[in-house]
Each structure stands twice: as C-alpha cells, then as structure tokens.
C-alpha cells in the first residue's frame, strides 16, 4: 500500500510486449507491402479498396471477438491464424493471383486480428503478479505498438524496395510466426471473465442519436470521427503520393509510414503535460487544426524530407488531439454518459476509416492528386474554427476536474497511465471524509473500492499493530480490489482524511480497457523470500535486515490439496507466509475465508500466545514458509494485547 517499490521482472509479460512488438511490426510490414502491390496492379482504386479491411475488423470486434477472446492461450491462437493469412497472401501475390483474391485474404486476416487487442487486455491481469506491474504493462503495450508500427512500415517499404512484393509479405510473415512462438509461450493458469455482453458496436450505433443531439459533446465527437475519415483518407493517398507524386519508390512509402509513428512517439511527452491541466479547448482545438493543416500542406511539398516532416506533425497533432477531446468529453459528461458516447465514437470511428480510404480513389478522380490532398486537410479546421465557442464554453464547465486528474496522476501506482485512462478515473473518483479515529475498513471486510489520500494521514494495522502510515497522495485498498478477496489490514483515520474512492471495475477498466477482470493469484515461490515477505502487510513496514532475518530461521513447507496446515485448538508456534496455492481458514462459527500468496496466516494466536481459533486447510497443493513466532514478534517490535475489540475479525485471520 503506497509502496514505490520497482516490481520484480515478470518474464511473461515480458514476452507479451516483445509479442506484440513482433506483431505490430509484422502487420505494417505486411499493410505496406500490400498497399504497394495494390497501387502496382490497380493504381488508387485498389489502395482505397484496401479500407474493407477496416470494416472488417469492425464487424469482428462486434460480432467474432466476444466468442473466443476470453479462452486460454487464445493470443497464441490468433498470431497462428494470422501468419497462415499472411502467408497465403505471400504465396498468391507471388503466384500472380488477381488483387481482389489477395484482397479476401487480407480481409480473412482483419476479421481474425480484431480479437487480439480485448483478449490482450484480458491476459494481462493473469499474467500480472502485482498493481504496478499491470500498469506498466499497459503503458507498455502502448509503446510497444506504436514503436512496432514505426518499425513495421519501414521495414515494409524497404523490403518491397529490394524484393517482390510477395517476398516481403512472406518476410511480414515470418515476423508474425515469431509473434506466435512468444505468444505460445504464454500460459497464464486462467484467463480471466469479465462481467456482461462485448456488443460495442451494435450498442454504439443504438446510441447514435441521442449522443449526437447532446450539444457540448457533439462537437468533439464529431471531430474525432471525422478525425479518423481523414486518417482512412490520408492513409490511402499517402501510397500514391510516395510513388506518383514523389517519385521515390517503395522506400518512400515506408518512410511517409514512419513517421506518422514517429509522431505519435513525439506526442507521448507533449501529451503528459496535458494530463491535470484546467483547460483543455485550446490544446484541444489547436491539435486538431494542427492535424488538417499538416495534411492540407503535404499538396505543397515536393520532397520526401518536407513530407516525412509534415506527416510527423501530423501523426502527433492526431494523438494530441485523441487524448484532449476524450478527457475533456471525460470532463464534461456523467460515467453513464461518457460510455455511451465512447461507444458511439468508437462505432462510427472503425466505419468512418474504412470510408476515408474508400473515398480517396473517387477524390483522385474527380479532383487532381494534389487538390485532393488539400481536400483532405480541410474538414479538421473548418469545425474546430465553427466549434470554438461552444467547445470553449464546455472547457468552462468542465475546469474543475484537472486538480483531482493531478492528484491521481501523482500515485505512484498510476503513473504509468495515460491521459485519457486518468480521466476515466476521475470520473469515477468520489468524495469520502473520514474523522480522526474512524475505520475506512476493517480485515476481513470485502474489497471494492481503490483509496487515493486527498489530505490527512491514515494508519494500517494487522492485528492492531501499525505497519504503515499513509499520507497525501498515497493510495492502498489496490489488493483486496483487484484479487476480489477480503481486506488483509484495518486503515484508520489518524487524522481527519479526505479521500476518494474508486470502485473495482472502473479501476480495472481505466488500467486494462475491460470491466469485472481480475488479478490471478501470484506465484511467489521464485522470488528470494525476503522479497516475498516484503509483499505480505504484515512485514511490509519492516526493513531489509529484519527481514533477511527473517528468511534466515523460516522453513519451507508443502501440503497438498485438501491437507490441514492445522485444527482450531492447536498450540501456536509458528506463522505462515503463503507462496503459492489457495489456503481455506473455518473458525469456530463457519466463518469462511480463502488466501491467496501474499497472504499471512496464523498470526494472530502465533503472536498473540493464544490456541489456533480456527481450521487451516489447502484448497490446492500449497508451497508456505513458516516463521518462529518469537523471532518474528521480536523484529516486529512490541507485543500488542490481540483482543475481540483491536481485531473484530479475529476469528478468520486467525
């Protein structure tokens, strides 16, 4: 709890990201040698055509994605199905197959790819061991893909500069298989559910019109969406710009690629400044000015430099420009509200991108090259400039939430979040004072809410016995929330606190992007045991010494399913640490709770000099380390009386 502690390395997820890096660099790899090959054999009809692939993947998320996302090993699953798509595109494009059967191909790959990114999400809290280490890795995967994408399109473009199309796809392909072979390695023991129907789709496009009648919201919806019509748009003129207009090959298709990822790289500490700003309109307005001005002026240059810089400029306005209309829409609208729009924007978003690309060929045609470029950048600064006022009249509204939006971003567990998941937070975040001596909540109660620490300091005790205190900014109640099991401590107010509170699956969505997930049980048997020690409450506010010591008198332990670690009654020697499993304490009125490792057990008779109070039994095979009662009273300092009336859950904890 509030703890900064770097986590340990966790080489799965180490692995998802390298994945997926593979993955992303493999599929622009794969798109650009694609789009080449398709300006080659139809010119810019056949590259807009290339935009189906879009509405493809739309219709996947709806309908396909829901139905295989939650299964095991399903990441390995997919990159598997997608290095056969991608090779049976390799092969027909070197067989001289018509466009429109390589076509089919690439569409067979969109709807399979669609389900990678929500069983992705799904993954990550079963492979996470810890808080800290499923906000890193969402922040990770972020990088991961943009970087990917940089890579992949340059590498798409070089290798169709040096080789047939159909070898670089072939290449694309086997950039996947080593996506695949990291993906396979990946074997969390659950994935795990979540709660409710995956319909964003169908859902958001119900609710279409009621979100577009909402006058502070319309605005910024319609810039997002129409955002992505331009990103379809330029993404198919970008192919014939390179080789018609600039003469300069494939390597130049990679190139223009690039550096719309470069500028998303670029963005990433622009956008951070943003993050628990008051104002967000100008920012707001300027990103998405920003972005029809770069692309309206590439109609202008005439150098693959010139262009690569405009096309940066744009790739980071675009990023800008997505992170300050989604908090200030954050801002502005209830939770209820705000779900309901992002649905619609998401809905509209996957249709209107595939749309941009399949409007290109008929602006080519109707207009020339370079005035259908300047087309393009047009729409963008034409609504922000008519939206101004009413978007600086919804800034004002919405001015207040940048101080809480800080707050939050000043946790260390959240630090790795990006603006738009702080936002989200935010909006869930709810006021709760406490006074002086008032219990925030007690051990053994259930866990459902995250604490942030506004002002004041709070107390946590295991047994009645300080461990920690907590002060502004720090957070805890993080356990009990995401492991969805009892509170392991007792916080109390030491002083008068002000806190906010924010609810499990709000929590879980702003840090993974589903709702109802949760952490899988850890598995701590490979850490050094002063390390594990330090992940139990009881021991956290111990130092390095004492627990080397600690670790020194412990002696290992194994019990297999169903086995008694020991009956109500019992002497009392000894306290354990759980490593490994799921262990099962009855007290003497049925009271049941279950631990997970991380979790100590036997304490309080061990500590407290009295007989067990209740039934310790092994719900899996169990790996514990059992520590000394004296040598662990005396490094936690002096013994404190364990009564009914320190430790109203007495029973269970036992």
């Known amino acids: ?206 609710a279409i ?108 306005s675009m990023a800008l420009a997505d992170a300050t209309s989604l908090s200030l829409l954050h801002r502005l609208m209830s939770t209820e509200a705000f779900s309901r729009t992002v649905a619609v924007m998401e809905s509209l978003k996957l249709i209107s991108e595939g749309a941009g690309a399949l409007l290109a060929p008929a602006l080519v045609a109707g207009l020339s090259l370079r005035a259908a470029i300047a087309v393009a950048g047009l729409p963008l600064p034409l609504l922000m400039l008519a939206s101004w006022s009413r978007v600086r009249g919804a800034d004002d509204v919405a001015a207040g939430r940048g101080r809480l939006v800080a707050l939050l971003h000043r946790v260390p567990l959240l630090r790795g979040l990006d603006m738009a998941a702080l936002e989200q937070l935010a909006a869930h975040a709810q006021p709760l004072a406490c006074t002086a001596g008032e219990v925030v909540f007690a051990r053994g109660e259930p866990g459902d809410s995250f604490y942030v620490i506004e002002s004041g300091e709070a107390e946590v005790a295991i047994h009645g016995r300080g461990v920690a205190r907590l002060g502004p900014g720090a957070e805890f109640g993080e356990r009990a929330l995401l492991r969805d099991t009892p509170r392991t401590a007792t916080v109390t107010a030491r002083s008068n606190l002000r806190l906010r509170t924010i609810g499990r699956d709000a929590f879980m969505e702003a840090v993974t992007g589903e709702r109802g997930v949760r952490l899988a049980p850890a598995d701590l048997t490979a850490l050094p045991l002063e390390q594990a020690l330090a992940k139990a409450a009881l021991f956290s506010g111990l130092g390095a010494g004492p627990r080397a010591r600690l670790a020194a008198v412990s002696t290992p332990v194994t019990l297999a399913a169903g086995e008694v670690a020991f009956e109500r009654g019992d002497g009392a020697e000894h306290l354990y640490l759980l490593l490994s499993g799921r262990v099962e304490l009855i007290d003497g009125a049925g009271l049941r709770s279950v631990l997970e490792p991380g979790d100590t057990f036997g304490e309080l008779s061990a500590l407290g000099g009295m007989p067990r109070l209740a039934q310790a039994r092994a719900l899996t095979r169990l790996q514990l380390a059992s520590l000394p009662a004296a040598v662990a009273l005396a490094e936690l300092g002096e013994r404190v009386p364990f009564t009914a009336e320190a430790e109203p859950n007495h029973g269970v904890g036992a």
């Not at 340059?154 to 072939?170: K, N, S, W, Y």
């Not at 550096?259 to 707001?284: D, F, M, S, V, Y």
């Open 209 to 316: 019109p009621g979100v577009l009648r909402a006058p502070d919201a319309r605005p910024l919806v319609l810039a997002s969406v129409l955002r992505t019509l331009v990103r379809g748009l330029w993404g198919a003129l970008l192919v014939v710009v390179a080789l018609r207009l600039l003469h300069d090959g494939s390597t130049g298709v990679g190139v223009i690629q690039a550096a719309t990822a470069l500028g998303a790289i670029l963005a990433l500490p622009l956008t951070a400044t943003q993050i628990g700003r008051a104002r967000l309109a100008l920012p707001c307005v300027l990103a998405f000015v920003g972005a029809g001005v770069a692309v309206g002026t590439i109609s202008a240059a005439s150098s693959l430099a010139l262009v690569a810089a405009l096309v940066c400029v744009w790739g980071a």
């Open 1 to 206: 709890m509030g703890s900064e502690r770097q986590p340990e390395r966790n080489h799965s997820l180490d692995r998802l990201l390298v994945s997926f890096g593979l993955l992303n660099v493999a599929e622009w790899g794969f798109v650009t040698a694609l789009s080449i090959y398709a300006f080659r054999a139809g010119g810019t009809l056949y590259v807009g055509l290339l935009g189906v692939r879009l509405l493809a993947g739309a219709l996947s998320s709806a309908v396909l994605a829901p139905l295989v996302m939650g299964r095991r090993g399903v990441l390995g699953l997919i990159t598997a199905a997608r290095v056969l798509t991608l090779g049976c595109a390799a092969a027909l494009t070197l067989a001289g197959a018509g466009f429109l059967i390589v076509l089919g191909v690439a569409l067979a790959d969109a709807l399979v790819a669609a389900a990678y990114r929500p069983a992705q999400a799904r993954t990550l809290p079963a492979l996470a061991r810890s808080p800290q280490q499923l906000t890193r890795a969402v922040a990770g995967t972020s990088i991961a893909k943009t970087v990917g994408q940089a890579a992949g399109a340059l590498f798409g473009g070089l290798a169709v500069e040096l080789m047939r199309p159909g070898l670089a796809i072939g290449l694309a392909a086997t950039v996947m298989l080593l996506a695949c072979l990291g993906s396979l390695r990946l074997a969390p023991a659950a994935v795990v559910g979540v709660r409710g129907a995956d319909r964003p789709l169908r859902d958001g496009l119900a």
